[in-house]
């Protein structure tokens, strides 16, 4: 036997290859790059100057990042037999049979252990919000998906969330909690918009669960509709912030303005790429040039802000 593993070196190196094929399908179905989608937690910290804890803010960042494998895992393993019909995601890991079931299943439960013991040990503050993400996600996946209007609820609760985390984490959350309004309402918009990009697709009419609610017309309403709630939400909460707030925050008026100019633009310019040319939003926030140029502007202004 061992004159054989010499002489086929491949029977040795097999393991190693198929744990790595696994690693590799495991990584894709974490979803790497919607990673950036959990750097809300990260906002209130920069309104507010850096204050806070550093430690309980990367705490509740990681604590999302991993919720958000876990439910992603969870979401594929009950949509495994629906995916494997479609034409696009029958690719992805589980319906291609790279990944099973269980193992998926292990996978999200060890992800949301994980992301339960960093905010419970580190930022104890933030770990309700977490919980209550998880809890959420799971009647997303179960149920909500296929109610329609709750499912894109569901999705901008989730960004609410994390704000409502990042806040908690740094010991201001009666301070700004209101902020989560326009948050939620932005993110439901952007949710629609999806829905939208999605439904212009010939693979997407195949999907069996798409409510049939949202026709094209029906979601171009609703993503005017809520691009409009979040403008004059937006505003509203930047101008109505009392001064002792926005002085906590480190919020000039002049900064509260073009940052509201800048959202304004942001979203739409978002609006714009979705109803007219079917683009999906993680599309238009890390391909669109002008979009990438207004967002790293806002942040930069946030960052010079916090520093003088």
Do not use: C, Q
């Amino acid at each position: 036997m061992i004159e054989l593993i010499k002489s086929r070196p491949g029977l040795a190196s097999a393991p190693n290859a198929n744990l790595r094929v696994k690693a590799a399908a495991l990584l894709e179905l974490a979803r790497p790059s919607h990673v950036v989608k959990n750097g809300v937690v990260v906002v209130p910290w920069l309104l507010a100057g850096f204050e806070g804890s550093a430690l309980a803010v990367v705490a509740t960042l990681l604590g999302f990042v991993l919720a958000s494998v876990a439910v992603y895992a969870i979401n594929d393993s009950m949509d495994a037999a629906v995916d494997a019909a479609h034409p696009k995601k029958r690719h992805r890991p589980i319906p291609s049979g790279r990944v099973s079931v269980p193992e998926a299943l292990a996978f999200a439960l060890l992800a949301a252990t994980a992301a339960g013991s960093a905010t419970a040990i580190l930022a104890t503050d933030a770990l309700a919000f977490v919980a209550v993400y998880l809890a959420l996600n799971l009647f997303y996946s179960k149920v909500g998906k296929d109610i329609a209007v709750v499912d894109v609820a569901i999705v901008g609760a989730g960004f609410a969330l994390r704000f409502l985390a990042g806040l908690a984490a740094i010991g201001m959350l009666g301070e700004l909690a209101w902020a989560a309004g326009p948050i939620f309402i932005a993110s439901v918009g952007l949710a629609v918009g999806k829905r939208l990009a999605k439904k212009a697709t010939s693979a997407e009419k195949t999907d069996a669960r798409v409510p049939r609610f949202y026709t094209p017309n029906v979601l171009t309403g609703l993503l005017i509709l809520l691009s409009h709630l979040a403008v004059l939400a937006g505003a509203w909460a930047a101008f109505s912030a009392d001064a002792d707030i926005a002085g906590r925050f480190s919020l000039a008026p002049p900064v509260i303005a073009i940052l509201s100019l800048i959202g304004v633009g942001v979203l739409s310019r978002a609006v714009y790429l979705m109803t007219t040319d079917s683009v999906e939003p993680a599309t238009v926030f890390t391909r669109d040039r002008p979009t990438l140029v207004a967002v790293a502007l806002g942040a930069s202004i946030l960052g010079f802000n916090a520093l003088v």
